[in-house]
């Protein structure tokens, strides 16, 4: 277990970080600017981190880690549920933990191209994966592509819109989904 004061002066970084990226974006960001936000010295960030993209780097890991989790998670929710009303609720937890922890840090890792296309990929992917399995089926180029396209168009709707679809529009999206393709 990590010394707690090396914890708190990461975590100290990491929001300063996230915070700056979200108000000025990456390019313009200084180590001494996440410095200043963190109330640390210079020599003190670079004990911890060798640059800017090392913080972003454990930031994408500790995301698509704990995306990783809630996928295996939910994958165990939906198994277990009757309906989709039912799956949603008991998959409230982990969407107000998205809200509450990883939403600021992924929008600012979205901002960032590399960091973009890495982040979802993997969540496309993680999605795929689950779909494949939930459904025991296999996709073709062409499926896989609309899927991703359907997958990236929900993150960019929740990160552009600042917030996670209501029960309400999960359900008629269902339903609208449901009567298209019968």
């Known amino acids: 277990m990590t010394d707690l004061r090396i914890r708190r002066t990461r975590e100290l970084i990491r929001r300063a970080f996230v915070s700056l990226i979200n108000e000025q974006g990456f390019e313009q960001l200084t180590v001494q600017a996440i410095s200043e936000r963190a109330m640390i010295n210079r020599k003190t960030f670079y004990a911890h981190y060798v640059d800017k993209y090392a913080v972003a780097d454990e930031l994408c890991t500790m ?15 939906i198994a ?5 009303e039912i799956a949603i609720k008991n998959l409230q937890p982990q ?3 998205l809200r509450a922890q990883w939403f600021s ?3 600012a890792l979205m901002r960032i191209p590399k960091y973009r ?6 969540i496309t992917n993680e999605n795929l994966e689950m779909i494949r399995h939930r459904l025991k089926l296999s996709f073709s180029d062409f499926e896989q592509v609309i899927l991703g396209s359907v997958i990236n168009g929900a993150i960019e709707y ?3 819109g ?7 529009e999960i359900r008629k999206l269902h339903n609208d989904i449901q009567m298209m393709f019968g």
């Open 95 to 97: 969407l107000v933990q």
């Open 158 to 160: 929740i990160l552009d």
């Open 162 to 168: 600042g917030q996670l679809p209501s029960s309400d």
């Open 105 to 107: 840090p992924l929008q």
């Open 63 to 77: 995301i698509l880690d704990w995306l990783h989790e809630s996928f295996q998670l939910r994958e165990k929710v």
């Open 80 to 84: 277990n549920s009757l309906t989709l």
């Open 117 to 122: 296309k890495r982040l979802t990929e993997q």
